[in-house]
């Protein structure tokens, strides 16, 4: 009795690891990795994060909509791990200034406008919030909407007289944030 016992345990044991680790093998083809990068005038940006898909969801509004991401509340700005950007010089971003070095970014998207923060703990997986006494600055920029819906979630940059302006597009949304050498 107690040979089938462990037998049924293995096979239970054996069948949740390959459900696991079909699921994270798997997750990268939903929202895969991308590396987004921008270089000027001895100015380095690159972005690290992963793109989900729209897949016909209500990607920005209220909690009460089933929004997938809704107002007020923390994002990693992507999905799987969480968003890494790295300046190669102090830069002002959205005006404020800022060293030299790798963060981790997330937002707090609304309505109107997008709460966003730069964190130096570094390395994380999952939506899991950071520690925000790590936060090195936060900025306040408006939301607005893009010409045309956008199905992948995109991070991009474009150049802009005397900076770069770095643009979140998703949906029908679109947030900038301006980014200038110091």
């Not at 990795?33 to 005038?41: D, G, L, R, V, Y």
């Not at 509004?61 to 890494?84: F, M």
């Not at 900025?139 to 007289?161: D, Y």
Request: hydrophobic share 40%; glycine share 10%; net charge positive.
């Amino acid at each position: 009795m107690k040979k089938k016992i462990f037998i049924g345990l293995g096979i239970i044991v054996i069948l949740i690891s390959a459900i696991t680790a079909y699921v994270l093998m798997t997750t990268r083809s939903h929202s895969p990795s991308k590396t987004t990068a921008f270089s000027h005038e001895g100015l380095d940006i690159k972005v690290v994060y992963c793109q989900p898909y729209k897949k016909g969801r209500l990607i920005f509004g209220e909690k009460e909509e089933g929004a997938l991401q809704p107002y007020g509340q923390y994002w990693r700005l992507g999905a799987n791990e969480a968003t890494e950007i790295t300046f190669s010089r102090d830069i002002n971003f959205a005006g404020k200034p800022l060293k030299a070095g790798t963060y981790r970014m997330y937002a707090v998207p609304g309505k109107s406008s997008w709460q966003v923060g730069l964190n130096s703990e570094l390395g994380k997986w999952g939506a899991m919030e950071p520690n925000y006494d790590l936060d090195v600055l936060k900025v306040e920029v408006p939301a607005g909407t893009s010409l045309s819906e956008t199905e992948q979630f995109t991070i991009n940059f474009s150049g802009e007289a005397g900076g770069v302006n770095m643009d979140f597009v998703w949906d029908k949304t679109k947030v900038t944030v301006p980014i200038t050498l110091q």
